[in-house]
């Protein structure tokens, strides 16, 4: 077990150990597994409950009803014995691999406490967003600020590859003094580490789930639009169309992108980042609404959102990695969009073994 699954282990069971104390559940005790059983067992037996430990370093909503499934057969109860019940222990999640815990009935307890478990007469249900969370989180010299996230996006995007400093500076397109400061807070935080002079992710999941807990999509320029169209690679063609005119820099983004490279059903808006603002041109077939409109312009922070993506059949797409992040700050079924995206593009697991 890595350092940083021992913190997460040694986190979750004295949260555990508090919560079945405040809740009346005294005698329960921690015991060591047996080979193979779990990473830590929890006895409560005033419940006849034995509550089995798995440490993971993230959780998402695709993962959940696999976990359920891979242990349904070992947590069956056999006549006169405990109840056997499955606690996962995790960093942080969202609130959809909550509710989709919730849905399946799997038990999972956060270093922060959000969370949910169930058995017998105990009940523990609890969820603070992230976005709380994000002004603490977040500061001066981040790697995650918009510049310095560059580097972050360049590693991700080419997982599993290993980069030299020179390497990052020339396709991030930032002075090499920048990139060995963020280079060093990666080392120090163990997102990275040095392997043969060359930098390689450590835990790419780790990195993506942090980088979203403090990605800031308020502070992207936002307009919105109105354009006609029959379905929906139509109106892609047609908004393409527009920015070529006008020699406008576009990248598509969140569900028009995600639509091009993991589609979940049929968006109804196009989004996308440009790299000046179009409001003032003549547009033909874009109009400025108030409010809602079936097309989202952003003008970024920085440009490096339209770093590592790749082109389409129906345009320019940002990289998988910042379709993800922008999904996750979108309304409605946006956060589903972004979890499929995930599973089908954003699997690191599958991407080393594809090496």
Known sequence: MQRYEETILESGIKRLGDM????????????????????????VP???????????????PYQVKQIVERNSQRLQREDGTNQKVLVVLVRDLTRSTLDQCIESGLCVLTEGGNG????????????????????????????????????????????????????LVGEADISRGYVSSVVKKMLDADYVRRDNGRLRVV???????????RYRFDRHNRSRFAISMGEYGQGLRKFQQEMRRHDIRCALTAWS??????????PD???????????????????????????????????????????????????????????LNLPGRASEQAEVLREKRLDFKEMIDAK
Request: aromatic letters at 12%; one cysteine or more.
């Open 257 to 266: 992108a995600a639509y091009l490279r993991a589609s979940y059903g049929s």
């Open 20 to 43: 079945l104390d405040r809740s009346g559940f005294h005698g329960h005790h921690l015991r060591s597994p047996r080979s193979g059983e779990s990473d830590g067992v929890f006895e």
């Open 269 to 327: 808006s196009i989004v996308a980042y440009v790299d000046r603002p179009v409001f003032s041109l003549n547009l033909r077939s874009l109009h400025e609404v108030e409010g809602k409109g079936n097309v989202l312009v952003l003008v970024p922070q920085d440009e490096g959102v339209f770093q590592f993506g790749q082109e389409t059949d129906l345009g320019y797409v940002v990289s998988d990695v910042q379709c993800y992040l922008d999904l």
């Open 203 to 213: 835990d790419p999941d780790r990195l993506l789930d942090d980088w979203a807990a």
């Open 116 to 167: 949910y478990i169930r058995f017998t007469r105990f009940l523990y249900h609890r969820f603070v967003p992230a976005k709380s969370r994000r002004k603490s989180s977040s500061g001066p010299g981040s790697i995650f600020s918009a510049k310095a996230s560059r580097i972050v996006r360049a590693m991700l995007a080419r997982y599993p590859d290993p980069w030299s400093q020179s390497a």
């Open 46 to 60: 005033c419940e006849g409950v034995t509550l089995y430990l798995e440490v993971r370093d993230s959780l998402h």
